[in-house]
């Protein structure tokens, strides 16, 4: 069995290197450019003292101390000179110590800054957004994505300017000490530059391809854990380990193969180097022998030379960190400029307490363009009614409750709530007055008391468990080994479907909205407990407008008002009695197949 992932993002980003958009990501250093540039003055400062000062003291111990052309050696000045470099030796140990704390500290700020404001985006996109995203792609921007650009702010924006001034520093001491040797050494680099260039943009993509891979493992490994009773229901872990095992295969040869071509920027550097170094001593043995220049300053023109190319030697590493970081830069922007396909438009307005009055006026709506899920939904519901939404898979039950609740935009038409269009109201408001209960239950990491009192966090202990009483989930979780504070792992995996279910029921109750969905909410729970918890549905639906999408006859049959859909179009309204009387009806015809599977 072949399988294959492709996701929307699974494509390269075909653009050219944007430095506009890396500007972008350095703006989120400005809130710390006082504490950035303090740390680049001091380590520029001490930096250019040490690095520059030291060649050209060794040159005077040679040329003054050592070696003068007239007169003997002074031993008192030499003892002056190793005094000196030594300060500067402490100065450059306290000022790289004080450099390094600072920009890891200023570096783990910015990636604060960033993570958090990647994740605040992504909590306000809107569902179609996800829909065409698995879990794990969006999981890797926030993680692995943004953790690549670590480097990058903790050392790498300081040390390269940094290394910039010395750079420069260095080419005006050169040139000054001896101007042709100077331009002779420094002939190589241009050559350097054009090399370099020509490697730039296919290290980009390749480390866009390593990132794309990492993106469809994180994918798998989600889908896998998520479905791992599946797999080995049908024994299919070796077919699943098989999969895995060839992505995994795939992610190591796009890693060698980015790494092999970013490697290439070191070999690049040291044969210019070596280049320059060869020309240093052939040009700088000639003008001693010609007395245009002295031993002490051929030593510290060699001295310099070698601090001239570490410099360039990080500036070609921080290149390849920089086209690594613009890959994973690229994908979180990919992300950060994303529009909510549901926003809130100029003017939204607060919703107020509302009645519960609902109105859904010529609706039509679908998830793709060519293949519509609703057509002409015409409903009017009054404050406190219950509506039951009945029909076969895929009739559209389920998308009224979600323009409901604005998660999607109609196409056509308009929703009301107490004469409200819900496209005028800010999202925060609308939907902090309607509370949801889904069939797959989802239970938080935490305790039992943090998930019921989820949708409202100012609620007491107390309250908690007087919502917990109501809808029968009191008396289980009593049982637990420590009540309300029992902590429960992620999803609720150590607690029965029927309990989760309990428990959702709670947090809507607590949550007190003044409209209700219950979407499939009793379709997992066995006969005993559905039992148990009719009477808890008495309680939560109780004077609120309540939507009840659903299949068993026990959830629907007392409802005010039944609606009946098929393919999208409301085929038939009314409640259970009416309803039953429509002979060869749509809803009728339900009720009955229900009855004969469960007689059968």
């Excluded at 020509?198 to 854990?225: C, G, M, Y």
């Excluded at 193969?257 to 070191?266: I, K, P, R, V, Y």
Aim: hydrophobic share 45%; net charge neutral.
């Amino acid at each position: 069995m072949s399988r294959k992932f492709q996701y929307q993002d699974d494509d390269l980003i075909e653009k050219s290197f944007n430095w506009k958009q890396m500007a972008r990501l350095f703006t989120y250093i400005k809130p710390y450019r006082t504490e950035v540039n303090r740390v680049v003055f001091v380590m520029t400062a001490f930096g250019m003292l040490t690095k520059l000062a030291i060649p050209f003291l060794i040159s005077m111990a040679i040329d003054r101390a050592i070696q003068p052309r007239e007169g003997d050696p002074n031993q008192g000045l030499l003892y002056g000179i190793m005094a000196g470099m030594l300060v500067l030796y402490a100065l450059r140990w306290w000022a790289q110590r004080y450099t390094i704390l600072k920009t890891n500290e200023i570096g783990q700020k910015v990636i604060y800054d960033l993570r958090t404001a990647l994740f605040k985006h992504i909590q306000g996109l809107s569902f179609r957004f996800f829909d065409k995203r698995p879990a794990g792609s969006v999981l890797v921007r926030v993680t692995n994505d943004v953790n690549s650009l670590q480097d990058l702010f903790t050392n790498g924006v300081v040390n390269s300017v940094i290394d910039i001034a010395q750079l420069l520093g260095i080419i005006v001491i050169l040139l000054c000490l001896q101007f042709k040797l100077g331009l002779a050494v420094m002939i190589t680099v241009p050559l350097m530059f054009v090399v370099s260039a020509s490697l730039r943009k296919r290290i980009r993509f390749a480390w866009q391809t390593v990132r794309i891979k990492q993106s469809r493992i994180n994918s798998h490994l989600n889908e896998s854990i998520q479905g791992i009773r599946v797999t080995q229901a049908f024994a299919q872990e070796k077919e699943n380990i098989g999969f895995f095992d060839g992505m995994n295969r795939s992610n190591i040869r796009s890693w060698n193969f980015a790494s092999a071509l970013n490697q290439l920027f070191g070999p690049v550097i040291e044969i210019t180097s070596a280049a320059g170094t060869l020309i240093l001593l052939l040009y700088g043995t000639h003008l001693i022998q010609s007395g245009a220049m002295t031993v002490g300053v051929l030593v510290a023109f060699i001295t310099y030379v070698s601090y001239f190319w570490e410099p360039i030697t990080r500036l070609g590493q921080m290149y390849s960190q920089l086209l690594i970081s613009m890959s994973s830069a690229e994908r979180i922007f990919e992300y950060m400029d994303e529009k909510p396909a549901v926003g809130e438009k100029p003017g939204a307005v607060d919703l107020p307490d509302v009645r519960g009055h609902v109105r859904f006026e010529n609706v039509e709506f679908g998830y793709e363009a060519d293949r519509p899920a609703l057509r002409g939904i015409d409903l009017d519901i009054e404050p406190g009614m219950t509506v039951a939404l009945v029909g076969h898979t895929g009739s559209g039950k389920s998308t009224i409750v979600n323009l409901l609740c604005r998660f999607y935009d109609t196409v056509k038409g308009r929703v009301l709530i107490d004469g409200i269009d819900v496209r005028d109201a800010k999202l925060d408001s609308l939907r902090s007055q309607i509370g949801i209960v889904l069939q797959d239950t989802f239970i938080f990491s935490g305790t039992i008391r943090d998930n019921i009192r989820y949708g409202r966090p100012d609620a007491t202990d107390a309250e908690v468990e007087a919502a917990a009483r109501s809808v029968r989930a009191h008396d289980f979780i009593s049982q637990l080994p420590d009540g309300y504070d029992t902590e429960v792992q992620e999803r609720g995996s150590a607690l029965s479907m029927g309990q989760r279910q309990l428990l959702s029921f709670a947090r809507a109750l607590l949550a007190d909205p003044r409209i209700l969905i219950l979407d499939e909410a009793t379709a997992s729970i066995d006969t005993e407990t559905e039992l148990r918890i009719q009477e808890a549905l008495g309680t939560l639906l109780a004077d609120r407008t309540s939507f009840i999408v659903a299949h068993r006859l026990s959830t629907i049959r007392h409802a005010d008002l039944i609606v009946v859909l098929d393919h999208g179009v409301i085929v038939e309204q009314g409640n259970h009695d009416q309803l039953m009387k429509l002979p060869g009806g749509h809803y009728r015809g339900l009720i009955e197949a229900q009855y004969r599977f469960l007689s059968a």
